[in-house]
Nanobody, 122 residues
């Protein structure tokens, strides 16, 4: 069972980037999913999460109004649209899945994927 995120890279401050996450080995269409990130020397930070059907979304305060989490349950992938990117958005991004209806704390997520590095140039 694996979650694999992609789409990271170098982006200019103020620019946009879209991350994707797909699952292999099983389907997560009935799981709530989320994105976290971790910058060097910092703790893992909640970015966003979404219920299994996409009806409800939650965001960390630092990304509200700029990032959008979405999913295509039929096709499995999870997305994170990052707009108006700031230097403080840089870090390694992780996608995760939880058996709970929804979660915003890393300890409540059951499955994790190694995410891509996002680098922001100012």
């Amino acid at each position: 069972v694996q979650l694999q995120a992609s789409g990271g890279g170098l982006v200019q401050a103020g620019g946009s980037l879209r991350l994707s996450c797909v699952a292999s080995g099983r389907t997560f269409s009935n799981y709530a999913m989320g994105w976290f990130r971790q910058a060097p020397g910092k703790e893992r930070e909640f970015v966003a999460s979404i219920t299994w059907n996409g009806a409800n979304t939650y965001y960390g305060d630092s990304v509200k109004g700029r990032f959008t989490i979405s999913r295509d349950s039929a096709q499995n992938p999870l997305y994170l649209q990052m707009n108006s990117v700031k230097p403080e958005d840089a870090g390694v991004y992780y996608c995760a899945a939880t058996e709970r209806p929804i979660a915003t704390v890393s300890a409540d997520f059951d499955y994790w994927g190694q995410g891509p590095q996002v680098t922001v140039s100012s």
